[in-house]
């Protein structure tokens, strides 16, 4: 983890020398859990999300991105339209913190020296990797296995966003995870001599979603955008 911080601090250095437009600020929304535990609807979030977000726009049309998100996700039989859920009365709760790093597509050239309003839809992908206590449901209660693990996903986000005042870029967007992880809810135990307790679909991993707004300040020189002849 500690190289791994590293080689992001010496990128966004060797970003920041070049003088290119950077953007940096806040991730605030809220988050749903899908998956074998709790409700299966796709956009209903149920807790706080925040966190922190970087760009390094490396063009009118693109941009790098980065960001950091904390958030508890949580899932209740009781709130599932599916009777055998409801019937079971499962749920549990789990903190998270994801660390996210990818690409964003603009649909229109977004060019942040414009002396005019501008805005325009785009799309967000990448890989992402969140931290989470591992759990699993003894006698239908949720019960600590005191380990915690890294789930590894694929992001899937569309937004908008605004320039909004001076230097301010105001954005709205919807983010959907797809996991490589099925132990999120507890319905996989992270230990391995613990079979007798899966339960639920074990072909389909977990998803989570963010739905939010990011609010960020941009600074840097106005990149060139050109090609060298």
């Not at 600020?25 to 149920?46: E, H, K, M, Q, R």
């Not at 694929?154 to 992880?181: C, H, Q």
């Not at 989570?208 to 060139?224: K, R």
Request: net charge negative; glycine share 8%; with cysteine.
């Amino acid at each position: 983890m500690r190289h791994l911080t590293a080689l992001v601090i010496s990128i966004l250095a060797i970003h920041f020398s070049h003088s290119q437009i950077n953007e940096l600020g806040l991730y605030l929304g809220g988050s749903n859990f899908i998956g074998d535990v709790g409700a299966t609807d796709y956009i209903s979030p149920n807790q706080l999300a925040v966190g922190g977000i970087y760009k390094w726009n490396r063009s009118r049309r693109h941009s790098y991105r980065a960001s950091l998100i904390f958030t508890t996700l949580e899932g209740k039989d009781i709130n599932s339209d599916d009777p055998r859920r409801i019937q079971r009365g499962y749920e549990f709760s789990s903190n998270i913190v994801e660390a996210s790093i990818g690409m964003e597509f603009t649909f229109i050239e977004f060019n942040l020296h414009s002396e005019r309003k501008i805005s325009t839809p785009y799309l967000h992908t990448g890989i992402t990797v969140a931290k989470h206590d591992n759990h699993y449901f003894l006698n239908g209660m949720q019960t600590p296995e005191n380990t915690s693990s890294w789930a590894y996903g694929i992001p899937m986000t569309l937004g908008f966003k605004t320039t909004f005042i001076d230097n301010i870029v105001l954005g709205i967007e919807i983010g959907a995870r797809y996991t490589f992880s099925d132990e999120l809810d507890g319905s996989v135990p992270d230990a391995k001599w613990r079979p007798e307790y899966r339960f639920g679909n074990i072909n389909n991993n977990d998803w989570y979603t963010f739905s939010g707004i990011t609010l960020t300040y941009t600074f840097g020189e106005n990149p060139c955008y050109c090609v060298n002849e």
